[in-house]
């Protein structure tokens, strides 16, 4: 299971965690080696649809870059991989109509799509992704996973059939993402410098 370190960008300034201090490029930089792939979750693009386009290329020259700020045009998506993205989360409640077989004619980036649970465990018989994309981005939702079983289900389908990653904060959680098939878990930056060498 791949372990990635995610950051946050929120009013214009880097966060390694949700509820924290900023840090500087230079800080964030420092903890990560070389071609590390990390996952930029850019609230500013996501709340606002004012993604920080002009910080990527500053991380892309170090790092792996896999953005999540909720692209909604094709335009978005070339301005994201001309920033400098490998890989691109897309959100359906941002862009219903997104065109994968479009994106791939002008990227080799990989697409994921954020799985939105309220849109999807009701009917978890039927469910697939978006055409084309390479896998799934979800939030843990430990809360649901313990009490609602339509939700478990859902998660673990989706776990055991795609390629799944999981936005995860609680390290006690991350042997179920490892026993369900997960195929990689998403760590706050300081979260992920703790843990970067465990075995799970």
Not at 85 to 101: E, Q, V
Not at 143 to 150: E, H, L, Q, Y
Not at 184 to 197: A, C, D, P, R, S
């Amino acid at each position: 299971m791949k372990i990635i370190p995610l950051i946050y960008f929120q009013k214009r300034k880097i966060y390694a965690e949700k509820e924290g201090d900023a840090l500087s490029l230079k800080e964030l930089l420092s903890y990560l080696d070389k071609d590390t792939e990390i996952y930029v979750y850019d609230k500013d693009g996501i709340e606002r649809d004012k993604p920080n386009l002009c910080t990527y290329p500053k991380l892309s020259g170090h790092c792996k870059l896999w953005v999540d700020w909720g692209p909604r045009s094709l335009g978005d998506v070339v301005d994201t991989v001309m920033a400098g993205a490998t890989s691109i989360t897309l959100r359906k409640n941002l862009w219903p109509k997104a065109d994968i077989s479009s994106i791939r004619e002008i990227t080799e980036s990989n697409i994921y799509e954020s799985f939105d649970s309220q849109d999807h465990t009701a009917q978890i018989s039927s469910f697939s992704l978006m055409p084309d994309v390479d896998g799934f981005v979800a939030y843990s939702e430990k809360g649901k996973v313990k009490r609602d079983f339509i939700y478990d289900d859902a998660i673990k389908n989706i776990c055991k059939r795609f390629n799944t990653s999981i936005i995860e904060s609680d390290e006690g959680f991350f042997p179920y993402w490892k026993n369900i098939g997960a195929s990689g878990l998403l760590i706050e930056l300081n979260t992920w410098k703790k843990v970067k060498n465990h075995e799970f």
